[in-house]
T-cell receptor, first 109, second 118 residues
Framework: KNEVEQSPQNLTAQEGEFITINCSYSVGISALHWLQQHPGGGIVSLFMLSSGKKKHGRLIATINIQEKHSSLHITASHPRDSAVYICAVAETSGSRLTFGEGTQLTVNP | DAGVIQSPRHEVTEMGQEVTLRCKPISGHNSLFWYRQTMMRGLELLIYFNNNVPIDDSGMPEDRFSAKMPNASFSTLKIQPSEPRDSAVYFC????????????????FGPGTRLLVL
């Protein structure tokens, strides 16, 4: 069993739909990261959170430390949101990230 | 700021050759990470430097891999000898922290080096 599991692995949506990507983890963590990897391969950090909720534009990330679960939501999805979304956890020691396998999101116009 | 700079962007080499990947972190950042991404294993941490000192190298696959950070603005990842299974995209990332807890901060990724070993 992977320490970080994401669901779904693949997601196809129509433009304008509300999207949720889930991340569950089994280790003690000090922080959780959501990353976006564009089709060209570049990786961008979207959020780093250790509790509660963060919002940036149409993106919202939540985390429940007790349930060891985080979600990434995209409101009013757009084709430019098409990318791989990766969840990564910083273990309690804080010195390394452990990555999920990623969720491939495709938003069709 | 130019962001994290990696070179080369693409490298094709033959098995047995030495490969050197280079990274320039964002100026003022004190933590540097080398990652490898493959289809089979996804993203994996290879090594993490803080203030030029290797803190966690448990992800370095074997003795063929070595990494150095001679100063705050430059790091290298070397593979000698290279093997076909080393084919992957290698990312360098940096973060601001001067503490030994770089994974608790936002990391800024370079564009990656796509390595193909024939």
């Amino acid at each position: 069993k992977n320490e970080v599991e994401q669901s779904p692995q693949n997601l196809t949506a129509q433009e304008g739909e509300f999207i949720t990507i889930n991340c569950s983890y089994s280790v003690g963590i000090s922080a959780l990261h959501w990353l976006q990897q564009h089709p060209g391969g570049g990786i961008v950090s979207l959020f780093m959170l250790s509790s509660g909720k963060k919002k940036h534009g149409r993106l919202i990330a939540t985390i429940n430390i007790q349930e060891k679960h985080s979600s990434l939501h995209i409101t009013a999805s757009h084709p430019r949101d098409s990318a791989v979304y990766i969840c990564a956890v910083a273990e309690t020691s804080g010195s390394r990230l452990t990555f999920g396998e990623g969720t491939q999101l495709t938003v069709n116009p | 700021d130019a962001g994290v700079i990696q070179s080369p962007r693409h490298e094709v080499t033959e098995m047995g050759q030495e490969v050197t990947l280079r990274c320039k972190p964002i100026s003022g950042h004190n933590s540097l990470f080398w990652y490898r991404q493959t289809m089979m294993r996804g993203l994996e941490l290879l090594i993490y430097f803080n203030n030029n000192v290797p803190i966690d190298d448990s992800g370095m696959p074997e003795d063929r891999f070595s990494a150095k950070m001679p100063n705050a603005s430059f790091s290298t990842l070397k593979i000698q000898p290279s093997e076909p299974r080393d084919s992957a995209v290698y990312f360098c990332a940096s973060s601001l922290s001067g503490m030994v807890q770089g994974a608790r901060e936002t990391q800024y990724f370079g564009p990656g080096t796509r390595l193909l070993v024939l």
